[in-house]
């Protein structure tokens, strides 16, 4: 099992204790976003040649680049280009998630029930069933290299 899906797992474990407390579910809303934000990292990082340069190349991605990406993803999506639905799925959730990892991390004000952490989990599983759906096509692994890249340059 990857780290990934160790994260995942962990976020439900979290949020299906008898009795969470704001706590852990506000733990299993973080732990979701960074269960896919991982997925795509090691989805990226895991063909690099160099097996130790792996981890360092994992600490290039940055989260607000990651997110702009996925924006660029949903505006082609609307304007009309042909990419696969999950993929559209995929940027959607992680859009979402790390929002909602930012309210659950930081607004206090926020009370989180265990429904809202369910409904928050349900999206994270979904994109995970998308990305395996189409990891292996071009549009996935653009779209990985996107996420790494300063500039995708034009083809």
């Given amino acids: 099992m990857s780290y990934a ?66 924006d660029d993803v949903l505006k082609a999506v609307k304007s009309g280009a042909r990419l696969p639905p999950e993929l559209n799925t995929v940027a959607l959730a992680f859009i979402e998630l790390q929002q909602d990892r930012h309210t659950a991390d930081y607004d206090n004000s926020k009370q989180w029930s265990t429904g809202d952490v369910a409904d928050v989990l349900a999206v994270a599983t979904k994109a995970f069933a998308a990305w395996r759906a189409i990891s292996a096509q071009d549009a996935a692994q653009d779209y990985l290299l996107q996420l790494f890249l300063p500039k995708m340059p034009r083809q």
Avoid: P
């Fill in 5 to 70: 899906d160790d994260l995942l797992e962990v976020a439900h474990d979290l949020a299906n204790k008898e009795a969470a407390k704001q706590a852990g579910l506000r733990r299993a809303v973080s732990t979701a976003y960074y269960a896919l934000f991982h997925l795509l990292i090691d989805e990226a990082v895991g063909k690099w040649a160099i097996e130790r340069q792996r981890s360092i190349l994992a600490r290039t991605f940055e989260h607000g680049k990651m997110k702009g990406i996925c």
